[in-house]
């Protein structure tokens, strides 16, 4: 099942965002555990946010405290939640399941002033 990222945007520092996590075909209550990733420019990808299908959350350093992930599989979709953002949380977001190797689309995310 391919996802793909969407919701970002422009926001000043202290602002907050609520990205979404789609299948493109397929459900997502077939993954098991679908993770929210983000790429600046010049660094590896890297995963920030996690969530199994029994609703077992896990937040990694850059996420952890302003964060919030989210599943709801009557909807189809898996959700990020992004509360006092930061100019160095700029960066391409993206989701995926985590055992798989695919990747969708992303959606850029940008904290300026």
């Known amino acids: 099942v391919q996802l793909q990222a969407s919701g970002g945007g422009s926001v000043q520092p202290g602002g907050s965002l609520k990205l979404s996590c789609a299948a493109s075909?397929?459900?997502?209550?077939?993954?098991?555990?679908i993770g929210w990733y983000r790429q600046v420019p010049g660094k590896q990808r890297e995963l920030i946010a996690a969530i199994t299908s029994g609703g077992i959350r896990n937040y990694f350093d850059s996420a952890k405290g302003r964060f919030t992930i989210s599943r709801d599989n009557a909807k189809n979709t898996v959700y990020l939640e992004m509360n006092s953002l930061k100019p160095e949380d700029t960066a391409v977001y993206y989701c995926?399941?985590?055992?798989?190797?695919?990747w969708g689309q992303g959606t850029q995310v940008t904290v300026s002033s």
């Open positions: 995926k399941s985590l055992t798989s190797s695919l």
């Open positions: 075909s397929g459900s997502i209550s077939s993954i098991y555990a």
